[in-house]
T-cell receptor, first 114, second 116 residues
Framework: NAGVTQTPKFQVLKTGQSMTLQCAQDMNHNSMYWYRQDPGMGLRLIYYSASEGTTDKGEVPNGYNVSRLNKREFSLRLESAAPSQTSVYFC?????????????FGDGTRLSIL | AQSVAQPEDQVNVAEGNPLTVKCTYSVSGNPYLFWYVQYPNRGLQFLLKYITGDNLVKGSYGFEAEFNKSQTSFHLKKPSALVSDSALYFCAVRERNAGNNRKLIWGLGTSLAVNP
């Protein structure tokens, strides 16, 4: 049981480059989330998807786009990377339950923008 | 403003001793409350949550947390700490009547070190 799988684990980009962070879950969860984690800032929600075919902005969506390709996969795209997007990115998933909290997290993508 | 405070950046305890990681919040109404743990270079793991009912909530790995409405606190506890409990712990809160708003308000984390 893999849970939530994120690829790649590490990536270095130059300013202006684009890339897509991949996330897949095998728990048949409806909800999926993208967070970024920065020192002194805690976790911040970038986008979430309540179910296949729907996406909504979180706290810090600027500079990002997402695609909920199917129930399993939720990708995050940086169209033109900026140094301020250097961070650790976490994907998470959850089933719909009272409280609606993310239950399972991937191990993160460590992204550096030069 | 809504906020979650974890007043201690680091907590040190000896193995076998009880541990407490503190969390207080400022959110309107009766919120949902959560604890997560993060081991080095790993994603967060959900530990436990308070939704309603008994103020003492039991979770994974022998952890429990006590909801105190008057003190707006949700402290994480464990009767006997293990070295393997050493990790980063996050408290999070969500408004009860937020509808489809998935925003959790996160604390900045407390690093727990359990010494052998």
């Amino acid at each position: 049981n893999a849970g939530v799988t994120q690829t790649p684990k590490f990536q270095v980009l130059k300013t202006g480059q684009s890339m897509t962070l991949q996330c897949a879950q095998d728990m048949n969860h409806n909800s999926m989330y993208w967070y970024r984690q920065d020192p002194g800032m805690g976790l911040r929600l970038i986008y979430y998807s309540a179910s296949e075919g729907t996406t909504d902005k979180g706290e810090v969506p600027n500079g990002y786009n997402v695609s909920r390709l199917n129930k399993r996969e939720f990708s995050l795209r940086l169209e033109s990377a900026a140094p301020s997007q250097t961070s650790v990115y976490f994907c998470a998933s959850s089933e719909f339950r009272q409280g609606n909290q993310p239950q399972h997290f991937g191990d993160g993508t460590r992204l550096s923008i030069l | 403003a809504q906020s979650v405070a974890q007043p201690e950046d680091q907590v040190n305890v000896a193995e076998g001793n009880p541990l407490t990681v503190k969390c207080t919040y400022s959110v309107s109404g009766n919120p949902y409350l959560f604890w997560y743990v993060q081991y080095p270079n790993r994603g967060l793991q959900f530990l436990l949550k308070y939704i309603t009912g008994d103020n003492l909530v039991k979770g994974s790995y022998g952890f429990e947390a006590e909801f105190n409405k008057s003190q707006t606190s949700f402290h994480l506890k464990k009767p006997s700490a293990l070295v393997s409990d050493s990790a980063l712990y996050f408290c999070a809160v969500r408004e009860r009547n937020a509808g489809n708003n998935r925003k959790l308000i996160w604390g900045l984390g407390t690093s727990l070190a359990v010494n052998p």
